[in-house]
């Protein structure tokens, strides 16, 4: 709490405040400096805009239009993340089925979406993270084909693993009984 205290009362000497307003904790909250308690505590009050802000706020903070590669891309992301979340539910139920009654079907299964679910995530973090406007054009499209790659080698993996050894499920049973 002191340390926020500190950096509020360092942006008010550097300029800062004016510009991005009071240091807030949680974006709702601000450190009062009137004591609202005894003296001995710190207060934490809600925090409201002042109406000169508000207005500032609102016509600043419409968005119109995605960025533009995102528009050039042409993704529905809505739908992607829909896909997302129902793959998410389908895992909540093929896993107990998987270990319930283990057979090649389910572990296939249970392979396929595991395989999807991790690509889904790491192909998150690769789009993320390598954007083309730090790494240029090149280098994104490599990372996210070395994604596609990884992920085809790892469903790959799996379904040799379950075919030729004791499967997903029975592996993990056996780590278990160590």
């Known amino acids: ?88 539910v389908i895992l909540m139920g093929a896993i107990p089925t998987a270990f319930i009654m283990p057979n090649a079907a389910t572990e296939y299964f249970l392979a396929l979406c595991l395989s999807l679910h991790a690509h ?12 083309p406007s730090v790494f240029g054009k090149v280098i994104p499209k490599l990372a996210v084909g070395a994604v596609y790659a990884i992920s085809i080698a790892t469903l790959g993996g799996l379904c040799y693993f379950n075919y030729t050894d004791v499967g997903i499920v029975n592996a993990v049973k056996l780590l278990w009984k160590l």
């Open 1 to 88: 709490m002191a340390a926020l205290v500190a950096l509020r009362g360092l942006s008010r000497n550097c300029g800062v405040a004016s510009r991005f307003g009071a240091l807030r904790v949680n974006g709702l909250y601000r450190v009062t400096s009137r004591p609202l308690l005894p003296a001995s505590s710190t207060a934490l009050v809600p925090y409201s805009f002042p109406p000169r802000q508000t207005q500032q706020l609102v016509a600043t903070s419409s968005v119109h239009r995605a960025a533009p590669e995102v528009e050039q891309a042409g993704h529905d992301h809505v739908l992607h993340w829909t896909a997302e979340k129902i793959l998410t």
């Open 120 to 131: 889904w995530g790491v192909e998150a973090i690769v789009v993320d993270y390598i954007r």
